[in-house]
């Protein structure tokens, strides 16, 4: 994996090899690495792809390797829905906060408390998760992948 020094995706052994056992981890697949977004589960299920190596945006990767991210991207989505059949899923490639390419999927419902409109139109309540729920819930998806 390329890294860059000071680069929280790069370094945190969460998005890393490393940390495959984390509570967060949901799979390693062929380019990324799916995570359950700690912060945004009072959308349950919503996950973070990060790519493999320290890249800024999609579209200084290779042809090659944009349609194998994507494939990750679209192969995570659909097991999100296998496993939330009630969903509207988001999806976001921001990076202006980490600058590491990562795809945001945020699973939206018809019962959200603004459901037209992005999660940062409305506020949203933080629903904090145990590892076990983090295990529970990645194991889920999982078997939808």
């Known amino acids: 994996?390329?890294?860059?020094?000071?680069?929280?995706?790069?370094?945190?052994?969460?998005?890393?090899?490393?940390?495959?056992?984390h509570p967060q981890v949901i799979a390693r697949?062929?380019?990324?690495k799916a995570i359950l977004n700690r912060d945004w589960q009072f959308f349950k299920?919503?996950?973070?792809?990060?790519?493999?190596?320290?890249?800024?945006?999609?579209h200084h990767l290779s042809t090659e390797m944009q349609h194998r991210f994507v494939d990750d991207a679209a192969r995570m989505a659909a097991a999100l829905e296998k496993t939330f059949p009630d969903i509207k899923l988001n999806h976001g490639l921001f990076g202006n906060t980490e600058p590491h390419l990562h795809w945001h999927?945020?699973?939206?419902?018809?019962?959200?408390?603004?459901?037209?409109?992005?999660?940062?139109?409305?506020?949203?309540?933080?629903?904090?998760?145990?590892?076990?729920?983090?295990r529970s819930l990645a194991a889920e998806i999982r078997r939808n992948l």
């Open 1 to 21: 994996m390329a890294k860059l020094e000071g680069c929280f995706m790069c370094n945190d052994p969460m998005f890393t090899e490393e940390g495959s056992g």
């Open 29 to 32: 697949l062929d380019v990324s």
């Open 45 to 58: 299920g919503s996950t973070i792809l990060v790519f493999q190596d320290h890249m800024k945006e999609l």
């Open 105 to 134: 999927m945020i699973l939206r419902r018809e019962t959200d408390p603004s459901p037209r409109t992005t999660i940062w139109e409305a506020d949203f309540p933080n629903v904090p998760q145990s590892d076990e729920d983090f």
